[in-house]
C-alpha cells in the first residue's frame, strides 16, 4: 500500500495518463509532487488572506504575517532549532547556500591562509558558491574527490586541519543517494578543529530523515521546499544565532532595513536583515502544510518506506545484465537509483520510458558535473522515490527498461 494513501493525501498529477499508460513519477529528487492538501492550503491563502508582511495594520496584512511567523515556529519545532530566529525564508537552498558564502566573505570572516573544504560530490549549489567567492574574495579553496562517487568519510577527515576555515557538504547525494553520517562526521571535524564552521546541504536529506538542531552540531543547514511536497520558489536557512548575528547581509532592499539615511543604512534584527523584499507567501502557505503532512505520517514511517523500496529497486535492477547501476549499492543508498543502459544516451532512455510506459526519470548530470568525472561518466538515468511510490512503481521501471533495451539496442 502507497504511504500517501495510507494517509489519505491526494496526488492529483498521478491521476494523468502519459500516452494512455497510468503516470509513474520517479523524479522526486528533482521535485516532489503536490498533495491536493497542499495546494488547497495555498488556494485558500491567495484568495482568502493575500497580503503583503510585517507592513500594514490592516486585517489581511495582520493574517499574513501571523501565517509567516506560525511557519517560522512550525520551522523550529520541525527542526529542533534553539530559535525562530535562527530560520531565514529563502528562494530554496541555493538561495541559501549563496546567501551564507557572500555574507561570510563580506564579514571578513575568511583570513590570510584560510581553507574552505569542498566534496565532488555536491550539488553544483554547494559548490560553484564558493569556489566563486574564492576566486573573487581570495580565498583558498580545497576539493576531495570521491573514488567511484562514493564517499570515504576516513579518507575524507585527510583533509581537515587548522586551517579549515569551513566545510560545506552534502547530507544525502542528488546522484548516488549515498546517505552521510553527518552527526558523527561534524562531531569529528569539530574533534580536528573547533573553529571549523560547517554548512550541510540538506536538500535531499530533509524529506526523508529528521534532523534535530540541538545534536546536530552544524552552523548551517539549507534546504528546499518543493522537494519536500511544497510549491517551488520558497527554502529554508538555519544558522547558529550567534554567527548570524556577526554576519553582514547578502541582498538589501525593503524589510531588512532597520533606519536609512542619506550617508548610510542600518539593518534589522535576526531573521529579517537576511530577508530583503516581499516573502513568497504563497511558498509559505504551502511549506506550512507540507511540514504538517510530514509530522502527521513521522520520519520514521517514510525512512523505513523510501529504505524498503530502495533496496527492492538495487536488487531488482541489478538482475539487468544490460544495466550499470552507481553508488554504494548497500543500506547506506536511499531514495535515489543512477544507472545508464550499455551504450544508449540517457536522455534517449528517459525519453522513451515516459512515451512508451508513463514512467517519469530523469537523465542528465544531475546538476553535479564534478561526481560525474569520478564515477567516469557524463551523464545517467535518475530514479527517485517518494511517499506516493510502492515496490510496483520499481517493477514498472524494470519491465519499462527491458521495453526501452529491445527498442534501442
Known amino acids: ?10 496526488f492529483p498529477s498521478l491521476k494523468r495518463n502519459i500516452n494512455e499508460n497510468k503516470l509513474v513519477y520517479l523524479d522526486s529528487a528533482a521535485t516532489t509532487l503536490l498533495p491536493k492538501r497542499v495546494a488547497n492550503r495555498v488556494y485558500e491563502y491567495s484568495l482568502n488572506h493575500r497580503s503583503n508582511v510585517h507592513r500594514s495594520s490592516h486585517t489581511l496584512a495582520a493574517e499574513s504575517t501571523l501565517l509567516l511567523e506560525e511557519t517560522r515556529d512550525l520551522l523550529k519545532d520541525f527542526l529542533n532549532a534553539s530559535s525562530s530566529k535562527e530560520i531565514i525564508f529563502t528562494k ?9 558564502a557572500y555574507s561570510l566573505a563580506i564579514s571578513n570572516f575568511f583570513n590570510d591562509g584560510d581553507e574552505i573544504l569542498l566534496n565532488s560530490l555536491e550539488h553544483h549549489a554547494n559548490f560553484v558558491p564558493w569556489q566563486q567567492i574564492g576566486k573573487n574574495f581570495n580565498i583558498n579553496t580545497k576539493v576531495f574527490k570521491n573514488k567511484d562517487g562514493i564517499f570515504n568519510e576516513s579518507e575524507y577527515l585527510n583533509n581537515i586541519n587548522k586551517k579549515t576555515r569551513l566545510v560545506a557538504i552534502t547530507a544525502h547525494s542528488n546522484v548516488t543517494g549515498q546517505i ?3 552527526k558523527d562526521l561534524i562531531k569529528k571535524i569539530k574533534n580536528i578543529n573547533e573553529k571549523t564552521l560547517i554548512l550541510i546541504d540538506a536538500a535531499q536529506y530533509v524529506p526523508h530523515h529528521e534532523i534535530n538542531l540541538k545534536e546536530l552540531n552544524a552552523d548551517f543547514v539549507a534546504f528546499s521546499g518543493h522537494k519536500m511536497l511544497a510549491p517551488g520558489g520558497i527554502g529554508i ?3 547558529k544565532k550567534k554567527i548570524l548575528n556577526d ?3 547578502f541582498l538589501f532592499g525593503g524589510e531588512m532595513i532597520d533606519q ?6 542600518s539593518f534589522n534584527i535576526l531573521p529579517y536583515k537576511f530577508e530583503a523584499g516581499t516573502p513568497n507567501m504563497e511558498g509559505i502557505s504551502g511549506l506550512n502544510e507540507a511540514i504538517k503532512i510530514i509530522d502527521e505520517i513521522g520520519f520514521d514511517l517514510i525512512s523505513d518506506h523510501i529504505s524498503d523500496i530502495t533496496q527492492y529497486a538495487i536488487n531488482k ?3 539487468l545484465d544490460f544495466i550499470e547501476l552507481y553508488g554504494p549499492k548497500d543500506s547506506s543508498q536511499f531514495g535515489i537509483i543512477s544507472f545508464n543502459l550499455k551504450n544508449i544516451h540517457p536522455h534517449d532512455v528517459s525519453h522513451l520510458l515516459n512515451d512508451l510506459t508513463g514512467i517519469a526519470i530523469r537523465s542528465g548530470h544531475h546538476c553535479a558535473q564534478l561526481i560525474m568525472k569520478d564515477i567516469g561518466i557524463q551523464s545517467s538515468c535518475r530514479a527517485s522515490f517518494y511517499i506516493y511510490n510502492d515496490k510496483n512503481d520499481v517493477d514498472k521501471l524494470y519491465n519499462g527498461l527491458i521495453k526501452v533495451w529491445e527498442w534501442l539496442k
Do not use: A, R
Not at 93 to 100: A, K, P, R
Not at 260 to 265: F, L, M, N, S, W
Open 92 to 100: 530554496g537552498t541555493t538561495e541559501s547556500i549563496n546567501l551564507v
Open 317 to 319: 535492477l541489478n538482475k
Open 237 to 239: 536557512l538555519w544558522g
Open 247 to 249: 554576519m553582514n547581509p
Open 260 to 265: 536609512v539615511d542619506y550617508e548610510d543604512t
Open 180 to 182: 552521510i553520517d553527518i
Open 1 to 10: 500500500m502507497l504511504l500517501s494513501q495510507k494517509f489519505d493525501l491526494e
